[in-house]
């Protein structure tokens, strides 16, 4: 069955610094993955998603992520943190035939001034 | 393009009490799910339809929910009665029809906050 982990609950970072969130991936077979975003009081917004192919996954606002077999890892990253990048942010996945969607517990992420 | 609407965005009722929710879907959608949140948990399905049918409903936690899509349209979720673990954040999300390649995103709406008392 498929699961999905994220590490960190809460993230602090500074205005303009790195942001890597961690995921990390169990699965029986080739999985689709996904990262969502959550705005105060708005809903699930997606952010990039892993079908096939390049490994490597542009998003939007920045954020990018890359699909690491090896590793069974799903990590989010973006080169310089923002204000307005200040959400929840939540690490999903299917696998096989599985139509819905497996989510990680969500990672807060707080950007400092 | 209207979005996934949800109705209403926050619901407070005693324990014991029914609450109707609401999701419409973006239209032309097959597939309609309903997630839920407990307590800044994981986000943990619930059910699947597609069009009218029930296709899974293996994330339903016990018989006093039950889950509607009318015509295949909009969907209802009924908690009765209601019970203090049921708070939550109730969402719905909607996807298009399976076809080759199709990687099933879903679109999410802003999600229903019930909290029983």
């Known amino acids: 069955a498929q699961s999905v982990t994220q590490l960190g609950s809460h993230v602090s970072v500074s205005e303009g610094a790195l942001v890597l969130l961690r995921c990390n991936y169990s699965s029986s077979v080739p999985p689709y993955l996904f990262w969502y975003v959550q705005y105060p009081n708005q809903g699930l917004q997606l952010l990039l998603k892993y079908t096939t192919g390049a490994t490597l996954v542009k998003g939007i606002n920045g954020f990018e992520a890359e699909f690491k077999k090896s590793e069974t890892s799903f990590h989010l990253t973006k080169p310089s943190a923002h204000m307005s990048d200040a959400a929840e942010y939540f690490c999903?996945?299917?696998?096989?035939?599985?139509?819905?969607?497996?989510f990680g517990s969500g990672t807060q992420l707080t950007v400092l001034p | 393009e209207a979005g996934v609407t949800q109705f209403p965005s926050h619901s407070v009722i005693e324990k014991g009490q029914t609450v109707t929710l609401r999701c419409d879907p973006i239209?032309?959608?097959?597939?309609l799910y309903w997630y839920r949140r407990v307590m800044g948990k994981e986000i943990k399905f619930l059910l699947h339809?597609?069009?009218?049918?029930?296709?899974?409903e293996s994330g339903m936690p016990n018989n006093r929910f039950l889950a509607e899509r009318t015509g295949g349209t909009y969907s209802t979720l009924k908690v009765q009665p209601a019970e203090l673990e049921d708070s939550g954040v109730y969402f719905c999300a909607s996807s298009q029809g399976p076809r080759t390649g199709d990687t099933g995103e879903l679109f999410f709406g802003e999600g229903s906050r019930l909290t029983v008392l």
């Open positions: 239209s032309g959608h097959d597939n």
């Open positions: 339809f597609v069009k009218e049918s029930k296709q899974d």
């Open positions: 999903a996945g299917r696998g096989g035939s599985a139509r819905q969607l497996t």
